[in-house]
């Protein structure tokens, strides 16, 4: 089973997010980065895979800045076998667009059973380059899935997917962009002789003219802010439950005319 | 003519609400630019809805009518729809960001060689442009995009669009469509879809959740608060209740799960992480209630109580009960 998985770097999701002063982007300073969780599930799927079959490979695919190298090793140290690592400054910040065309072009040269792509990056949490990326290379798209069982000619698999309320069970020829959701596998940990193996695995640097990509944004960021804080409103602390439930119950009547 | 196309999304044999959302925010973005608002819908039988739309302000309604498109597949629902796009060449299109939208705006973006502007809670027009209102890290921050390319295309979150009456005609176009199915897609072998017709969570406007508090798999209580509020409600979860295998995976509220924007979230035996924060923080009114009064969950809580979920839940149930009864 030869799998790609497309890996994004992202802020740990315990990190307090803050604009920068321009209004840019978000401020960089002492963030820590990990893979994007649904990424990781992305990983270990990939892996099982490969376990299953007794063959095959596992290729990490990502583009971002130098840093980004730390989560591609990250997913060697898991099992993954090589890297591809796009980093350049026209595609780092990107939009969906740019990425799927870039994942696009990185992955055309190699070859593969399936491509995982999280359902979301949880930093900008826009959900599409998975999508984006089945169409420009032509392949079928199974988003949201939690369940994946590929036929033992690996020509085609059957996977459970999230619909609105439920489940969808499809069926799909190979190669095929997935799309992990949650539910899908519990990643494992790197082990320390996996996190030795993985210093001497090959990663792979490109840029945009290697690849020969032009970048042709579709949307673009205008501006970056907070949310109004949020302040915590009225507590109720010593009351008999009965006469807590009683005034909040009211107040949400009453006051914030809620009910 | 500069036009704005929505897209009304059916579910299990109904329009959903978010078609009357997106119709009202697509007629204030068309009188702007001075187009018409038109919809496309799926189905010979969604074509009873056009009247429905009509009444928030759609001029024209499009009903796709092909055997192919029975069952959702994104693959030829995005044909289906590049094809009146490519067609009609409205400027702007909205869909909503449903479970169904999030799979299918970007194929069908991507067949017309431009991104979605995802999971906006608000748009603006500069210069007859489309900026759309999109939250990043779950909610942590906001940021204003830009389409750059056109048709503009957006999805729009569920339960944040305000709704208003404006009526039009409404009239019906019938078009015909046949898939291209030289283009590799899945079939669907089996939908398990829960029939009981409780809202999704990120649709719905009242949310309880239970976490860890909650000491087990036992939500009976959060259920029947749920029931007493009727059908726009339902029961959320933490991520440490998921864990522990008391709730599905698609309970979860919070960065790794759902976020969430009801009118009323009600958080009991949550601490308030700040993932948790992210997915529910935008929710209209939070309450709290921990047995812990130093829980962080109380900084964000309009109301808190601190105390015994056990012995406060079904207090509030008897007192919503006689309340809602009324
Ligand atoms: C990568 C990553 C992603 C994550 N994503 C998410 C996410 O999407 N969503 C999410 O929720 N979490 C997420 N988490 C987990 C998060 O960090 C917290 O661990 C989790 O939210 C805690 O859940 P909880 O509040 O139910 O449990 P706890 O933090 O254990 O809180 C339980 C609370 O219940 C109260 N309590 C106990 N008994 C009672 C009682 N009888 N009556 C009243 N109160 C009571 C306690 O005082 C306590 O405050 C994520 C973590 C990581 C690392
Ligand atoms: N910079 C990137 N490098 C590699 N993969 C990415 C990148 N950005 C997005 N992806 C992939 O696309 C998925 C969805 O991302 P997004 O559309 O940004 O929410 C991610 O989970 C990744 O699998």
Redesign the pocket.
């Known amino acids: 089973m030869k799998s790609v998985v497309?890996?994004?770097q992202v802020p740990d999701t315990e990190t307090q997010i803050k604009v920068n002063a321009e209004g840019t982007g978000i401020a960089t300073d002492g963030v820590k980065y990990v893979i994007?969780p649904?990424?990781e599930f992305?990983v270990e799927e990939a892996l099982r895979m490969k376990e299953k079959k007794k063959a095959g490979d596992v290729t990490i695919?990502?583009?971002?800045p130098s840093r980004a190298t730390e989560a591609i090793r990250t997913a060697l140290a898991m099992g993954a076998d090589k890297g591809v690592h796009i980093d350049d400054e026209q595609v780092n910040n990107a939009d969906?667009y740019t990425?799927a065309q870039t994942?696009a072009a990185a992955i055309k040269g190699l070859e593969y059973d399936v491509i995982?792509?999280?359902?979301?990056?949880i930093d900008?949490?826009?959900?599409?380059?998975?999508a984006i990326l089945a169409e420009l290379l032509g392949l079928p798209q199974v988003t949201l899935v939690s369940k994946i069982e590929v036929s033992d000619d690996k020509k085609s698999a059957v996977a459970e997917r999230d619909v609105e309320g439920g489940k969808e069970t499809v069926e799909v020829s190979l190669p095929c962009v997935f799309?992990s959701q949650k539910g899908l596998n519990e990643p494992r940990y790197a082990s320390l002789p996996g996190i030795m193996k993985a210093k001497k695995k090959p990663i792979d640097k490109k840029t945009l003219a290697d690849l020969g990509v032009t970048p042709d944004p579709k949307i673009k960021p205008l501006s970056f802010s907070m949310p109004s804080e949020r302040t915590a409103g009225k507590k109720f602390e010593g009351l008999e439950p009965a006469e807590a439930a009683r005034t909040v119950v009211q107040a949400l009547r009453n006051e914030a005319k809620i009910i | 003519m500069p036009n704005v196309l929505i897209y009304g999304e059916i579910k299990a044999g109904k329009l959903k609400k978010s078609a009357f959302e997106l119709a009202s925010e697509g007629r204030k973005l068309a009188d702007k630019l001075g187009g018409s608002l038109e919809a496309v819908m799926a189905g010979a039988q969604s074509e009873q809805y056009a009247s429905e739309l009509a009444k928030y302000g759609v001029d024209k309604v499009y009903v796709l009518d092909s055997a192919d498109l029975e069952t959702y597949n994104s693959e030829y629902y995005a044909q289906a729809l590049a094809q009146v796009i490519n067609d009609k060449k409205p400027e702007i299109v909205l869909l909503g960001h449903s479970m169904q939208g999030k799979d299918l705006a970007p194929r069908l973006a991507a067949k017309l060689g431009v991104a979605v502007i995802a999971d906006c809670i608000g748009f603006e027009l500069e210069d007859g442009k489309l900026i759309g209102n999109h939250p990043m890290y779950a909610g942590k921050c906001f940021t204003k995009w830009q389409a750059l390319a056109s048709p503009q295309i957006a999805t729009a979150r569920p339960n944040v669009l305000e709704v208003t009456e404006n009526s039009k005609a409404g009239e019906v176009e019938k078009i015909a469509f046949s898939a291209d199915k030289s283009r590799p897609t899945y079939q669907t072998k089996d939908l398990n879809l829960d029939t009981s017709g409780k809202v999704d969570l990120t649709e719905a406007e009242i949310i309880i959740s239970g976490g860890r508090g909650m000491g087990g798999d036992d939500y009976t209580l959060l259920e029947e608060m749920a029931a007493i509020f009727g059908p726009a409600a339902t029961v959320g979860a933490s991520r440490a209740a998921v864990d522990a295998g008391w709730r599905k995976h698609a309970d979860q509220v919070g960065q790794t799960g759902k976020t969430v924007t009801p009118n009323l979230y009600i958080a009991c035996g949550i601490s308030g992480s700040i993932q948790h924060l992210a997915g529910m923080g935008s929710s209209k009114v939070i309450v709290a209630i921990n047995k812990d009064g130093e829980a962080p969950i109380f900084t964000k809580a309009d109301y808190g109580i601190v105390g015994d979920l056990f012995k406060i839940v079904p207090e509030m149930n008897k007192e919503l009960k006689e309340l809602l009864a009324e």
């Open positions: 497309c890996l994004k994007n649904y990424d992305s695919v990502a583009i971002g969906p990425v994942l995982f792509c999280g359902h979301r990056a900008d949490d826009f959900g599409e380059s998975g799309t």
